[in-house]
């Protein structure tokens, strides 16, 4: 079996200034879309930014990002052998690539802190 | 950048946020920072289940059975004062998170105490449904949100500890959101890090915990403690894959069910290794994860090379009772336990070994205080289920009162040097260096492989000839640039720090030549009554001192 999934990636640092990047991943049944952007950095890129802690078990609830132009958590979005496209959340701050600022005002290192 | 605190405290699971509201209640000003976000990026939020506590809520108990239970896990290992005073202190936190709202399950109006092997009755506490670890964390951060005096930061990864005449004056961070590098000058520094499961291929818990706390600990010259000792989780998920759900889910279902572990011959087999389950859940991680293992080798182990697990003598309602919404979120994902088995195998789970600390939570090195799972010693050979969140929960609160006490009998501080490091983090990478997330893989499946619960003194050989050829690839000069969530450069310093452990638990593994609890060495098979001594890691400036030393014990009383 070769079927592979898309993933069509924002990156950059500046909303105004961003590119596309695309990927194939080869697809296995049971993997999530983290598990592909995980694939990518061990095997093409390891510099694509990509926020997350627990992996697989959906309690930190940090790797979310927007998929075909919808919330998801990328470790609970299953990876499927099509075109995905994958972009940071529309309505926060960017950091970097799919990385966005997301944490509550009261715990960011901030002005108030140096 | 500088910051400038009276308590530093490192890492923001149950065992910081507790250190730091202590810390904060008797008066001082405490920075809380953590590399991932505050109170998600570590184990405790990923906990499901058991908080062991004597608080003889289901049945008559006292605080020394426990202990005496603590002690036999840890098969003669433990540091007696420290277990003594996670067994002693344990009630007193579990009542302080019930009055602060934590929710604990209850039953016939008291606290409802499940039974988990190795305690000799009823003995941990939860929340319902699989929701201890999220429960803790969110109650503790609301807490911390209430109470004055605490600032937090997420996103600030600890580089190095600053030192100046033999004691600690904060740290170095590297703030993961920008790449900016940020001074941080502490009276008290609490290491509250966590683990090191993420040095395995397979493990349970988060990418946060590669170790970073006992590559700290040691690099600022405190030593270390039982690091030989991994806890392997026997009945990690293996196959069908799963989306969505935590790999040691099962270890819930085990408690309120039994559940049966099976061969590829679909019988059970624990019964060969010393201990028959007869659909009850009693054999302990470190025998558990040695049984599957070896049922494995003898070419009786399932497709994906673990062990089955079945409820299929369960029915839908027991199982709908005990799980609830679980059910539904294994039935999306092909799975209904009335008609499969699933598969599972040992998993990297938790770290025995830690930093040496006394029971007031501080090293060898004035200023340096640590707590959680980031201390060794407790837990000894093998750690008992439950155990981890009550000595994240007390630790924490003793590192709190005693990072108070220093604060307070303190005149002048030294404000922290962090040159060397802020130099490290200065410089640019080397041309062309590898991918640094191929090389944690690497790494990872030389951990599993050659320093797994199976251990031959040629395979811990083979591992850290591996390890120097990482050390060399890795380099000096730390790899990507200085922008934000530039994460080839942040596990570049992973990796400095992973690398550092990895050897530390290899080579404490090849020097104790027995078997005791996590550690099975195939070529020195049994416990030898001479190894009832644990180890001590030292840095002698860029060699490894690795010494027999017995921890505390008890006086006769
Ligand atoms: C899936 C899972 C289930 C478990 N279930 C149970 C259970 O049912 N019962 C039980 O008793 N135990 C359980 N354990 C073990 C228990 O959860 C942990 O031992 C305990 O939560 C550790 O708490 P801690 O505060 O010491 O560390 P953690 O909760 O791991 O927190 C450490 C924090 O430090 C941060 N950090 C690490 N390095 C740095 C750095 N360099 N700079 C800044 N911050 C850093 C991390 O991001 C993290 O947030 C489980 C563990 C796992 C993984
Ligand atoms: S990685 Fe933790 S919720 Fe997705």
Same mark, same amino acid.
């Given at each position: 079996m070769s079927e592979t999934a898309t993933l069509k990636i924002w990156r950059g640092h500046d909303k105004a200034a961003g590119h596309w990047e695309t990927h194939e991943v080869p697809f296995e049944a049971g993997q999530s879309v983290l598990d592909g952007l995980r694939w990518i950095r061990v095997h093409k890129d390891p510099t694509l930014a990509i926020r997350f802690s627990c992996i697989n078990a959906n309690a930190c609830k940090e790797c979310m990002m927007e998929l075909d132009g919808e919330t998801v958590y990328a470790c609970t979005a299953r990876l499927e052998p099509r075109a995905m496209t994958l972009e940071p959340l529309s309505n926060k701050k960017l950091v970097r690539d799919l990385v966005t600022e997301i944490a509550p005002p009261a715990e960011r290192f901030a002005a108030k802190d140096r | 950048m500088r910051v400038e605190t009276d308590v530093l405290v490192i890492g923001s699971g149950a065992a910081g946020m507790y250190a730091a509201i202590e810390a904060a209640r008797a008066g001082c000003r405490v920075f809380l920072i953590d590399r991932s976000l505050i109170g998600r990026g570590g184990a405790t939020v990923m906990a499901q289940m058991t908080v062991a506590v004597a608080l003889g809520a289901e049945t008559p108990d006292h605080w020394s059975h426990h202990y005496q239970d603590t002690l036999t896990a840890g098969r003669g290992l433990c540091d007696e004062p420290l277990a003594r005073l996670l067994c002693e202190a344990g009630p007193a936190c579990i009542n302080q998170l019930d009055a602060w709202g934590i929710g604990w399950a209850r039953k016939d109006g008291h606290i409802a105490q499940a039974f988990a092997p190795g305690h000799d009755r009823p003995r941990c506490v939860y929340v319902d449904f699989l929701n201890t670890g999220p429960a803790v964390s969110k109650t503790l951060r609301g807490v911390i949100n209430k109470t004055a005096g605490i600032s937090r930061a997420g996103d600030l990864c600890v580089v190095d500890l600053a030192t100046s005449h033999g004691e600690v004056t904060g740290a170095v961070a590297w703030h993961v959101g920008s790449g900016a590098p940020v001074t941080i000058s502490a009276k008290a520094t609490i290491v509250a890090t966590g683990g090191l499961t993420r040095l395995y291929r397979r493990n349970s818990a988060s990418a946060n915990m590669g170790g970073d706390g006992y590559a700290l600990a040691l690099r600022a010259n405190a030593p270390l403690i039982d690091m030989e000792f991994v806890q392997f989780f026997p009945i990690g998920h293996l196959a069908p894959r799963l989306i969505g759900m935590d790999p040691i889910m099962w270890d819930p279902f085990r408690y309120k069910l039994g559940g049966r572990l099976l061969n590829n011959k679909m019988e059970e087999f624990t019964d060969r290794y010393g201990v028959a389950e007869d659909g009850k859940y009693v054999i302990t991680r470190d025998v558990g994860t040695y049984a599957i293992l070896k049922e494995v080798e003898a %070419?009786? %182990?399932?497709?994906? %090379?673990g062990a089955y697990l079945s409820f299929q003598h369960c029915s839908a309602e027991a199982l709908r009772e005990a799980f609830g919404p679980v059910i539904d979120r294994l039935a999306a994902n092909g799975i209904d336990l009335m008609k499969m088995p699933i598969e599972v195998a040992p998993i990297a789970h938790y770290h025995m070994g830690g930093v040496a600390a006394d029971v007031r939570m501080q090293t060898e090195v004035p200023g340096l205080l640590v707590a959680g799972e980031a201390v060794g010693g407790a837990n000894g050979a093998n750690r008992l289920s439950g155990n981890a969140i009550t000595e994240a929960l007390v630790f924490g609160q003793r590192a709190g009162i005693t990072a108070a006490e220093r604060v307070k009998a303190m005149r002048a501080s030294a404000p922290a040097d962090g040159h060397a490091t802020l130099d490290l983090l200065r410089q640019d990478a080397p041309k062309n260096p590898p991918n640094t997330a191929e090389m944690v893989q690497s790494l990872q499946a030389t951990m599993a492989d050659d320093v797994g619960p199976l251990r031959t003194g040629a395979k811990l050989e083979r591992a850290l000839t591996r390890i120097g050829e990482f050390d060399a690839a890795l380099g000096e000069r730390p790899f990507g640039g200085k922008q934000a969530f530039d994460l080839s450069r942040l596990e570049w310093l992973d990796l400095r720090n992973m690398l550092t452990v990895a050897r530390t638990v290899t080579q404490a593994a090849l020097q104790r030549t027995e078997s005791r609890g996590a550690h099975q060495r195939e070529d020195f098979p049994g416990m030898v009554a001479d190894w009832s001594v644990n180890q001590v890691v030292r840095r002698k400036g860029n060699r490894l001192d690795i010494a027999p030393a017995r921890a505390a014990e008890m006086a006769a009383s």
């Open positions: - | %070419g009786r %182990g399932s497709p994906h %090379g």
